[in-house]
Every structure is written in C-alpha cells, then in structure tokens.
C-alpha cells in the first residue's frame, strides 16, 4: 500500500515510532557520552587523590633518598596499586627516570608523558598513550622538607578498564532504554488506535477530499444549517443559516455560546430545548422558516443537535393569498348562485306581470352592493386594501358574519409598504372571523383602517368570546392559534410586521363582549414628499 493511502492513524503511528525511536536513541548515546565523561571525571579525582596520598608518605620520601629507590619503592608501589584498583603507580627521579613501573623490565626507562608542571610545584591530570595504552594520570610532585622537587610521583587508569566498568552498567541502562521504548510504542499504539476510531481509518487524501465536498455542499445547499454542541456553543454555520438568521459572512458565530448571540427568540429557544422537531414553523423579524431539528449521536453518546432552517415566506404570502383567492371564489359562487335564484324570481315576477315588485327586488339587490363598494372604495384610495376588504365582506357574508367597515375609515396609498398592510389586515380579520365563528347570532367584525397623527391604525373588533388575558402574550406568538386543529402563524405574522416597523399592538376587551385588536404602526417616509 503507498503511504500515501495509509490512513491518519496508520501514518501518525509510524511518524510516532520513528520520533520516540530517535528521541530515545538521542537519549542513550548521550546518556552513554555523559556516564563515560563521569566516569573519566571519578577516575581523575581517584588517581590524584592516589598520587598525592603518595607524594606525602614518609615511606616514598625516605624510598626515593635511599641507595636503591627501585628496590625500595617497588613492592610499595604495587601493593598501593592492588589495593587502590589503579592500573600504575610509577615513581620516578626529576629526570624522568622510573623508579617503579607495573612491568618490571621497564624500571630504569624515562617516563612517557609530561612532567613540566609538575617540576613547577604543580599536581595535574592528563590523558595521555603510554607503554599501556590510553590512559588516565594523575602526576604529583613529591617535596622534601625544605620545598624541593626530589621526586615524581604518577598514578593512572587505563581507558580500556573505565570502558570495562561502564559496559558493567550498561545492562542497566539498555534496560531502561527498552523500557522506554516499548511505553513509549504503547502509548503511541492506542493513540493511534483512537484516532483511527474517531476518523474512521481514512487517510488525509480521502479526508481531505470529503471536506472539500462537504464544504462545497454547506456553501451551496439552499438550507440553513446551525450545529451546536452539548455545551450550546455554535459549531458550524453555512452561508445559507447566515443570512436566514439576518448575519453577516464575517460575523463571529462559531465557537461561541448560543446564549450570547442576538438570534430570534424561537430560533434561541429551539436550539437551548436541544429537542427533536419536524416542521416547526419560526419566525424572525422578517421571515418565515421552517425548522427541523435532530440530536445527533456517536456510540450512543449525544454530541449535539443539528438545526436546519427553510425559508418558506414567500410560499407563506401565497399560501395567504391562495386562501383568500379560495375564500373569495366559494363566495363568490355562492353569490352566483344566490345572484341566481333572486333573478330567477325577478324573472318569474316578471311573467306574473308583477313588473314593480320585481324591479323593487332587483334594485335593492344592487343598491346594497353598491353601496358597500362605494363606502370601501371611498374611504380606502390603497386599491390592493380596498380589493381585500371587498373580498373579506363576501367571505363574512357566507360565513354568516356582518362584516361593517367603519365610516369613519380612511386610508391613502402611500402610507406602509402594501403587503404589510395587506398582512396586518388581512390577518386581523381572519382571526375575527375564527372567533366568531360557532357563537350565536348576531355574528359581527367590525374594521376601521386610518390614520392617527404620525401613524397607521388598525382597529378589528369581534363579538366572539373574548381573549383570555392571560393569554394575550401567546396571542402573537409563533404556532398559537384559536382553532381546534393545526397551528396558527396569522398573528404571530401581525406581531412580525409590527416589531419590523416599530409599531405597537394592543389586545382589549370589547364592550359589550369580544375582542378589540388595535394596531398602530409608524407612516412611512414618501420619496419625493
């Protein structure tokens, strides 16, 4: 297999192995130089201790004055030898002449070596090749009574008995090399064991490879992708989280607590839950999101949740005007069918010879819808508005529901951005017409739409039940809704159009029974005003 096809486990391990081998190798040839040094430095101390211990005897002094110093001197300089472990005791004249030597045939022979300090009063070591080889000295003058030079003494090791006596001690010291090699192997055995657990024994190409698909696939999908860890701090997010959650690309967000992060409420809120959820709908200040969220698992150990965040507002806008286009057209056919049977009776009239009664039945007809048309189309010049109105008054009329549009309402183009006040409205309404339903009649919405000072009001008044008030705060909160069944973003959509502009919402009893929803929201600035 080519190295570069190991895996990171596989390569760690045996760049590990190379290193603590080298590491320990580096250790025991320096640990081997630093114990001979030591060695070599013990050896110099014992021969000069020998040799002044010598130089100061009584003995050598009276050896060296006698007729025959040799033969005086020579037994005594083995003994000391034999008992001091030393390899040479050699006693020699100023002159270099020996007057002792470990081999006998070579007394009377000049000394090999220097002894010019010596002559100067000086002790000194040196290592120096003489008749036996490498050897450690140590030479010592040796003084009379008055301060003279009479004599030399030198006492040495030889290098192949220092070497002897570290190969002594170097079973010790492979042992403890042995012992940190195979630690060392250990550990570097199931680290690598680890990492290859952890990276599931792919190499650094095939690691490499995956990140930059995955990479690829973050920047690109149309999703919004948040991974946050068991300590709730954030440890990914794409392109697509970002702007979704309204951040910049050089914002800060990896690596730091979730509870720190100016992130829309529902969005904290999941993410600190760590729950699992399917479809949730989230909203911030001006999307609507879908959220799924999943915990996710190594071993069975949880390490975090993974959120995904779909950006459905504009399928939420015309899912909204689906349904009022659906609302409008079940009225409208109703209307058509009703429209129906009333000309069928104009007509009938009509063949009765009745011709009055039934111009009096078809003109009330029309002067009622006339008349709604006109008081809508006067008081509202925002025709988006006012075609919204129209369509919830058939709706309220097939419900069952009056619904009276305040005289007193007037509203201009102009003053908000039309979808968010077809949201505003358009909601509102909706939720009258939810609460009304069921009760008993008189069914009624009442709706004003004008202008207070620096501001747009929004007044929706119902009959129905009533809001509780302690349940005005869930009012305009995300997935709260009135119905039996499903899950209710009308409010929740209100409350976002209001918090975007700035405005501010109120949720009152009304007299008589009901709920009175007021809006305010600042007038936006005309170009060119």
Do not use: C
Not at 233 to 251: Q, S
Not at 286 to 303: H, I, K, M, S
Not at 361 to 369: C, F, I, K, P, S
Not at 430 to 447: F, I, K, M, S
């Amino acid at each position: 297999m080519s190295v570069r096809r190991w895996s990171i486990a596989g390569q760690l391990f045996a760049l590990q192995v190379v290193v603590v081998t080298l590491l320990v190798g580096a250790g025991t040839v320096g640990a081997v130089l630093l114990a001979r040094e030591d060695a070599r430095a013990s050896a110099r101390q014992e021969v000069l201790a020998v040799a002044e211990t010598l130089a100061r005897s009584p003995d050598v002094r009276a050896g060296v004055r006698s007729a025959d110093p040799s033969r005086a001197l020579q037994p005594y300089a083995d003994a000391t030898r034999r008992a001091t472990g030393t390899d040479f005791v050699v006693v020699m004249a100023p002159d270099r002449t020996r007057y002792t030597h470990p081999d006998p045939g070579r007394i009377g022979q000049p000394f090999l070596g220097t002894v010019a300090p010596a002559l100067a009063g000086r002790p000194f070591t040196e290592t120096y090749v003489g008749t036996l080889g490498e050897s450690v000295r140590a030479v010592v003058p040796i003084h009379d009574t008055h301060g003279q030079v009479i004599a030399l003494v030198s006492v040495g090791i030889t290098t192949e008995a220092i070497n002897r006596e570290l190969l002594r001690q170097a079973p010790v010291l492979l042992g403890a090399t042995a012992a940190a090699l195979a630690l060392a192997g250990t550990g570097s055995w199931l680290l690598s064991r680890r990492l290859r657990r952890q990276t599931h024994g792919l190499g650094p190409a095939q690691i490499t490879r995956m990140y930059e698909y995955y990479d690829a696939v973050l920047h690109s999908v149309r999703e919004g992708l948040i991974v946050v860890d068991r300590d709730q701090r954030v440890a990914l997010v794409n392109d697509e989280g970002r702007r979704l959650l309204g951040f910049g690309p050089d914002a800060e967000l990896v690596d730091r607590p979730v509870a720190q992060l100016r992130l829309p409420p529902a969005v904290t809120e999941l993410l600190r839950s760590g729950g699992e959820t399917h479809d949730e709908p989230v909203l911030t200040a001006d999307r609507v999101l879908v959220a799924n969220q999943q915990t996710t698992l190594f071993e069975g150990r949880p390490l975090g949740t993974v959120l995904t965040l779909r950006d459905h507002t504009e399928l939420r806008t015309l899912a909204g005007e689906l349904d009022s286009a659906r609302g409008l057209s079940e009225a409208l056919r109703s209307q058509a069918h009703e429209s129906a049977n009333r000309l069928h009776t104009v007509l009938t009239l009509v063949e009765l010879g009745r011709t009055d009664e039934a111009v009096r039945l078809a003109t009330d007809e029309l002067t009622v819808a006339q008349q709604l048309t006109d008081r809508v189309v006067a008081a509202v010049t925002e025709p988006a508005l006012a075609a919204l109105l129209l369509g919830k008054s058939a709706q309220a009329g097939e419900r069952g529901v009056e619904l009276v549009i305040d005289p007193r309402s007037r509203l201009d183009e102009g003053f908000l951005p039309t979808g968010d006040l077809l949201t505003v409205v358009g909601n509102l309404v909706d939720n009258a017409l939810e609460a009304v339903a069921g009760t008993p009649t008189p069914r009624r919405v009442e709706v004003f739409v004008g202008t207070a000072g620096a501001e747009v009001v929004v007044r929706v008044r119902d009959t129905g039940p009533g809001l509780d008030p302690s349940r005005v705060a869930d009012a305009f909160r995300r997935g709260w809704s009135t119905k039996q069944r499903g899950r209710g973003l009308g409010l929740a959509l209100v409350g976002q159009v209001v918090a975007r502009h700035g405005g501010r919402t109120d949720v009152t009893p009304a007299p008589g029974g009901g709920t009175l929803f007021t809006v305010r929201l600042p007038i936006a600035e005309r170009s060119g005003a």
